[in-house]
C-alpha cells in the first residue's frame, strides 16, 4: 500500500485542496459586478449570511412571489473544453428569468452557486461577470451566493452552476392562461441560437461528425462554430414585461427541453389546442445544421430543440398587430407562428415539404 505523506505542521483545509484565501479573493472580484445590478429594493451587497430584498421599495403592493431555479446543462461541458466561460452565466440567469415572465413576474433577485474541484479564480470571475451581465439584462439583482470548492467531486477543470430566482407579480397580474380562448394567435419571439437545452445531442453530433469546432462554421464562414453553437440565451423580460403589465398578453411559453411540442400546451387551459405552422418562420442556418448533421426527424427537431423560437406568446386576434409591433420596437424579431384552436388540450406543428419541417404533423397532448 502505498504511503501518504503527513504535514509536519499539521493537516490545513489547503492541504486537501480547499483555499479559503482563493475563495476570499473571488468574493472581493465580483462584488464591483454584484454591485452593478442594483436595483430599487436590493443594494446588492455580498458577504453577509443571506441576501434580503424589500418588494415594497421595488413598488409592490400586494404581490406574489414566484421562484424558479435552473441550470445550464451539459453546455458547460463546450464551455469548459473550449475556453467560453464568459456567456454561460448569461445562460443561467436566462433559463430562471425566463422561466419567471411567462407567469407573469417581474424577475428581483437572483443567487447562484459555483460548484468546482479546484477554484480558478479567473475562470469563475468570468463566470459571475457574465451572471452580472445576465441579471443586468433582465432587470433583477445579484444579491449572494455560493462558491463551492470540493475535491475529488469534479474533475480537472470542471465546474457546475446553478441558478435562483425570485420574482414578484402583482396578485390581479398573475398569467396563468385562463384567458385563452380559441381563436388567439400565436407570435413567436426568435431565440438566440440553441439556448441551453439540447447539448447532449448537439455534443453526441459534435463527436461523430468529427466537427471542427474552433474553424468557420459550414453555414456562416464569418462566424466559428463554437461561437455559433455558445451564444447565450436571449432573456425576454425587458420586453414583455410592459406588455404584461398592460394586460395585452393572455399567456407565454417559454421554449426550453421538450421544444414547442411540450412547452406551449403548458400555459393553455382545457379546450384549447395551439396549431403552429413550420412554414411561418425561415428555420434558421444553424438549427437547419444541425437537422442536416443528424439527420433528425422533424418530430424530434420540434421536441428537442427550440427550433428558432425561444418565446411564444398568446395574444387576442385585436392585440396582435399593437404587441407584435411593440416587441418589434424593443428588439425582438418576431413572426406570427399560429392560433389557438378549439380541441383537446395540446400542440401540433404542421408542415409541407417547403419548410423546414417537411411534410407531416407532430402532435403532443397534455392531459388535465
Given at each position: 500500500m502505498a504511503e501518504t505523506s503527513t504535514p509536519a505542521s499539521g493537516y490545513t483545509y489547503a492541504d486537501a485542496g480547499v483555499s479559503i484565501a482563493a475563495g476570499n479573493a473571488l468574493v472581493r472580484a465580483i462584488a464591483p459586478l454584484a454591485r452593478a445590478t442594483r436595483r430599487p429594493g436590493a443594494d446588492a451587497e455580498l458577504g453577509g449570511f443571506g441576501g434580503v430584498f424589500d418588494p415594497r421599495a421595488a413598488g409592490f403592493i400586494d404581490p406574489?412571489?414566484?421562484a424558479a431555479n435552473d441550470g445550464v446543462g451539459t453546455k458547460l461541458k463546450l464551455a469548459i473544453e473550449h475556453d467560453r466561460h464568459d456567456g454561460v452565466g448569461i445562460d443561467l440567469?436566462?433559463?430562471?428569468?425566463?422561466?419567471?415572465?411567462?407567469?407573469?413576474?417581474?424577475?428581483?433577485?437572483?443567487?447562484?452557486?459555483?460548484?468546482?474541484?479546484?477554484?480558478?479564480?479567473?475562470?469563475?470571475?468570468?463566470?459571475?461577470?457574465?451572471?452580472?451581465?445576465?441579471?443586468?439584462?433582465?432587470?433583477?439583482?445579484?444579491i449572494g451566493g455560493e462558491?463551492?470548492?470540493?475535491?475529488?467531486?469534479?474533475?480537472?477543470a470542471d465546474y457546475d452552476l446553478a441558478g435562483f430566482c425570485v420574482g414578484a407579480v402583482e396578485r390581479e397580474q398573475l398569467l396563468t392562461g385562463a384567458a385563452i380562448r380559441p381563436g388567439d394567435v400565436l407570435l413567436g419571439l426568435a431565440s438566440s441560437g440553441v439556448h441551453s437545452n439540447g447539448f447532449s445531442l448537439v455534443r453526441r453530433l459534435a463527436a461523430d461528425r468529427g466537427w471542427k469546432l474552433a474553424r468557420p462554421a459550414l453555414f456562416d464562414p464569418e462566424l466559428l462554430l463554437i461561437d455559433a453553437l455558445m451564444a447565450p440565451t436571449r432573456i425576454?423580460?425587458?420586453?414583455?414585461?410592459?406588455?404584461?403589465?398592460?394586460?395585452?398578453?393572455r399567456g407565454l411559453a417559454h421554449i426550453t427541453g421538450g421544444g414547442l411540442l411540450e412547452n406551449v400546451p403548458r400555459v393553455l387551459p382545457e379546450g384549447c389546442r395551439a396549431v403552429i405552422g413550420a412554414g411561418a418562420w425561415e428555420q434558421s442556418r444553424l438549427m437547419a445544421f444541425l437537422q442536416a448533421q443528424?439527420?433528425?426527424?422533424?418530430?424530434?427537431?420540434?421536441?428537442?430543440?427550440?427550433?428558432?423560437?425561444?418565446?411564444?406568446?398568446?395574444?387576442?386576434?385585436d392585440e396582435t398587430d399593437g404587441v407584435a409591433a411593440a416587441l418589434t420596437a424593443a428588439g425582438e424579431t418576431v413572426f406570427r407562428i399560429g392560433a389557438v384552436e378549439a380541441g383537446q388540450r395540446g400542440c401540433s406543428v404542421t408542415g409541407g415539404v417547403e419548410d423546414w419541417s417537411a411534410r407531416g404533423e407532430w402532435t403532443a397532448t397534455h392531459d388535465a
Amino acid at each position: 500500500m502505498a504511503e501518504t505523506s503527513t504535514p509536519a505542521s499539521g493537516y490545513t483545509y489547503a492541504d486537501a485542496g480547499v483555499s479559503i484565501a482563493a475563495g476570499n479573493a473571488l468574493v472581493r472580484a465580483i462584488a464591483p459586478l454584484a454591485r452593478a445590478t442594483r436595483r430599487p429594493g436590493a443594494d446588492a451587497e455580498l458577504g453577509g449570511f443571506g441576501g434580503v430584498f424589500d418588494p415594497r421599495a421595488a413598488g409592490f403592493i400586494d404581490p406574489l412571489l414566484v421562484a424558479a431555479n435552473d441550470g445550464v446543462g451539459t453546455k458547460l461541458k463546450l464551455a469548459i473544453e473550449h475556453d467560453r466561460h464568459d456567456g454561460v452565466g448569461i445562460d443561467l440567469v436566462a433559463m430562471c428569468a425566463n422561466d419567471l415572465i411567462v407567469q407573469g413576474a417581474e424577475p428581483l433577485f437572483f443567487l447562484d452557486y459555483y460548484a468546482s474541484g479546484r477554484l480558478d479564480e479567473a475562470v469563475a470571475t468570468r463566470v459571475v461577470a457574465g451572471i452580472a451581465e445576465g441579471c443586468r439584462q433582465a432587470g433583477c439583482a445579484l444579491i449572494g451566493g455560493e462558491t463551492a470548492e470540493m475535491p475529488g467531486m469534479y474533475a480537472g477543470a470542471d465546474y457546475d452552476l446553478a441558478g435562483f430566482c425570485v420574482g414578484a407579480v402583482e396578485r390581479e397580474q398573475l398569467l396563468t392562461g385562463a384567458a385563452i380562448r380559441p381563436g388567439d394567435v400565436l407570435l413567436g419571439l426568435a431565440s438566440s441560437g440553441v439556448h441551453s437545452n439540447g447539448f447532449s445531442l448537439v455534443r453526441r453530433l459534435a463527436a461523430d461528425r468529427g466537427w471542427k469546432l474552433a474553424r468557420p462554421a459550414l453555414f456562416d464562414p464569418e462566424l466559428l462554430l463554437i461561437d455559433a453553437l455558445m451564444a447565450p440565451t436571449r432573456i425576454y423580460v425587458r420586453s414583455l414585461l410592459p406588455l404584461l403589465k398592460g394586460g395585452h398578453i393572455r399567456g407565454l411559453a417559454h421554449i426550453t427541453g421538450g421544444g414547442l411540442l411540450e412547452n406551449v400546451p403548458r400555459v393553455l387551459p382545457e379546450g384549447c389546442r395551439a396549431v403552429i405552422g413550420a412554414g411561418a418562420w425561415e428555420q434558421s442556418r444553424l438549427m437547419a445544421f444541425l437537422q442536416a448533421q443528424g439527420r433528425i426527424e422533424p418530430e424530434e427537431m420540434a421536441r428537442t430543440f427550440n427550433c428558432g423560437i425561444g418565446m411564444v406568446a398568446v395574444v387576442a386576434p385585436d392585440e396582435t398587430d399593437g404587441v407584435a409591433a411593440a416587441l418589434t420596437a424593443a428588439g425582438e424579431t418576431v413572426f406570427r407562428i399560429g392560433a389557438v384552436e378549439a380541441g383537446q388540450r395540446g400542440c401540433s406543428v404542421t408542415g409541407g415539404v417547403e419548410d423546414w419541417s417537411a411534410r407531416g404533423e407532430w402532435t403532443a397532448t397534455h392531459d388535465a
